[in-house]
C-alpha cells in the first residue's frame, strides 16, 4: 500500500513528462478516495448539514469541498450527501475504503499526505474553489440561508397544500358518499316507478274486466227482465187458457160427461206459423229457440201444484207445438 500511495503522488505532481493525462486523472482518483477514506469516519457518524454546491460542481468540485480545511463534519456529511446523491458508485467506493479494518494504514499514515499537500496547492492555485477568492463564501452563505428560506416557505406552503388536499379529499368523499345515496335513492325511485306501473296496468285490466263484468251483467239483466215479462205474458194466456177450459170441463161434467179429455182440433188445424208466431222463412236453430221457450211455459212440471188438468192442457199444447214444428221442417 505504501508504494501505492507514493506511486500515486508521484504521478500527480508530474508535468506530464512520464504519465499519460489518463494515468494522472486515475492516481488523482485514488489520491482522492483514499484521503476521504481516512476521513469518512469522522463525518459518516453526524448529522448532515444541508449545503449548497454551484449547480456545474463535478465529482472533483465535490472531493475538494469535503476536504477544504476548517470545514466542520457535519458541512462535510452534508456534501458528501451530494456526492452520493448524484455519483453513487464513486460514494460507495468511499463508503467501502473507510470501512476497512484497523490494522490497514492509511493514506495520512503511509505519507501520501504529504504529496497530497503540494498537489493540492498547485491545484488550488489553477481553480481555486468558491469563496476561495475572497467574498464568494458570504455571498455563498447568504445564498445558503436564502435557500433555507426558501426551503422552509416551500415546506409550509407544502403543508398547507396537504391540508388543502386532505380537505378535498375530504369533500370528494363527502361528495362521493352523496352521490352514492343518490344513486341508490334513483335506484329505489326508479323500482318503485316499475311497481307503481305494474300496479296501474293491474288496476286498469281490473277496470276493464269489471266494465266487461258490468256490461255482461246489464245485458244479463235485461235479457232476463224480458224473459220475465214474456213469462209473464205467456202464464196470463195459459192462465186465461186454463180458465176457459176449466169451464168447458165444467159444462162437460155438469152434461155428464165421461173421461176427462180435452181436444183441441181447433189449435191444430191452424198453419205453424199461427200456432208458433213466427212468419217467415225459419231455421233449425230458430225452431230450437221456439220449443224452449215454449217449454219454459207449458212444461207440465211447472204445474205440479196445479189441478191434473192443468198439467194434461200443458203436454196438449206442447204437442201442438211440437207438430207445428214438424210441419215447419216438411218441403
Not at 449548497?52 to 463535478?58: E, H, I, P, Q, T
Request: charge should be negative; proline fraction near 3%.
Amino acid at each position: 500500500m505504501e508504494e501505492l500511495y507514493q506511486w500515486t503522488g508521484r504521478i500527480l505532481l508530474d508535468e506530464g513528462n512520464v504519465y499519460s493525462l489518463e494515468e494522472r486523472a486515475l492516481a488523482l482518483e485514488i489520491g482522492f478516495v483514499e484521503k476521504l477514506a481516512d476521513q469518512f469516519a469522522v463525518f459518516s457518524q453526524v448529522d448532515p448539514l444541508p449545503m449548497l454546491v454551484s449547480d456545474g460542481a463535478n465529482r472533483l468540485s465535490l472531493y475538494r469541498q469535503i476536504l477544504v480545511r476548517g470545514r466542520s463534519p457535519e458541512e462535510r456529511a452534508g456534501i458528501f450527501r451530494l456526492l452520493r446523491e448524484k455519483y453513487r458508485k464513486h460514494a460507495s467506493w468511499i463508503e467501502e475504503r473507510g470501512g476497512r479494518g484497523e490494522g490497514e494504514l492509511g493514506f495520512e499514515a503511509l505519507g501520501g499526505d504529504a504529496f497530497w499537500e503540494e498537489f493540492a496547492k498547485i491545484l488550488d492555485e489553477i481553480d481555486p474553489l468558491p469563496g476561495q477568492g475572497g467574498g464568494n463564501e458570504e455571498e455563498l452563505k447568504g445564498e445558503l440561508e436564502r435557500l433555507l428560506e426558501e426551503k422552509q416557505q416551500q415546506e409550509k406552503e407544502k403543508g398547507e397544500l396537504q391540508g388543502d388536499l386532505e380537505f378535498a379529499e375530504d369533500r370528494a368523499h363527502r361528495a362521493h358518499q352523496r352521490l352514492k345515496q343518490t344513486e341508490e335513492e334513483a335506484t329505489r325511485l326508479r323500482k318503485s316507478l316499475q311497481e307503481a306501473r305494474e300496479n296501474g296496468d293491474k288496476l286498469r285490466m281490473e277496470r276493464r274486466s269489471r266494465i266487461k263484468s258490468e256490461r255482461e251483467y246489464g245485458e244479463t239483466r235485461r235479457e232476463l227482465d224480458r224473459l220475465q215479462k214474456e213469462y209473464v205474458k205467456q202464464d196470463r194466456r195459459l192462465q186465461e187458457m186454463a180458465r176457459r177450459l176449466m169451464q168447458a170441463e165444467q159444462r162437460i161434467l155438469e152434461a155428464g160427461g165421461g173421461e176427462l179429455h180435452i181436444d183441441l182440433p181447433g189449435l191444430r188445424k191452424l198453419g205453424p206459423g199461427k200456432v208458433l208466431g213466427v212468419e217467415g222463412r225459419v231455421t233449425e236453430e230458430d225452431l230450437g229457440k221456439i220449443r224452449r221457450r215454449f217449454a219454459a211455459v207449458f212444461h207440465s212440471d211447472r204445474a205440479n201444484q196445479l189441478p191434473v188438468w192443468v198439467r194434461v192442457l200443458c203436454d196438449e199444447v206442447l204437442g201442438v207445438v211440437n207438430e207445428a214444428c214438424d210441419r215447419f221442417r216438411k218441403p
